[in-house]
């Protein structure tokens, strides 16, 4: 289906969207590392926006997807779409710009299949621990959630 899709495309646009996939990628894995320690920062010093549930349940969410995915032995969507993009584009692999040479290469390193299992499934025990202890308030009013008494 994607081999599908990315067919229609003419290459220099499959390449540009690569590049998009790429910054899209390194934005969601941002999120779910940086948003962890934002909402463990946030249970400590009180911060009430850590704590909005929708934030919270996309979080987790993420974070469980990715540690599915490990299990499972499957890609990320978004790295299976990249790489049809890029065979589409005619390139061979990451030796074009900014984003291919600098983000890619921060984004997909290198290591045995069990070390991405171990970290990804540790961090999203992590990520499910936050959400008992540092927990989101569904429904009521944002504004006074989580908010220290």
Known sequence: ????????????????????LVVLHVGIVAFVVLGEFAFLAGGAFGWR?????????AHLGLMLFVAVQAWLGAL???????????????DAGYQGGFIEDVLARWLYIEAPAWAFVAAYSGFALLVL?????????????????????
């Open 76 to 90: 990320c969507p978004l790295t299976e779409w990249e790489q049809a993009l890029r065979r589409h584009a005619g």
């Open 1 to 20: 289906m994607i081999a599908a899709m990315v067919s229609q495309l003419e290459p220099a646009t499959a390449a540009s969207l690569a590049e998009a």
């Open 49 to 57: 926006w850590v704590r909005r549930f929708w934030l919270r349940l």
């Open 129 to 149: 621990a936050t959400w008992f202890f540092v927990p989101p308030q569904r429904g009521g009013n944002p504004a006074t959630a989580g908010k220290r008494r």
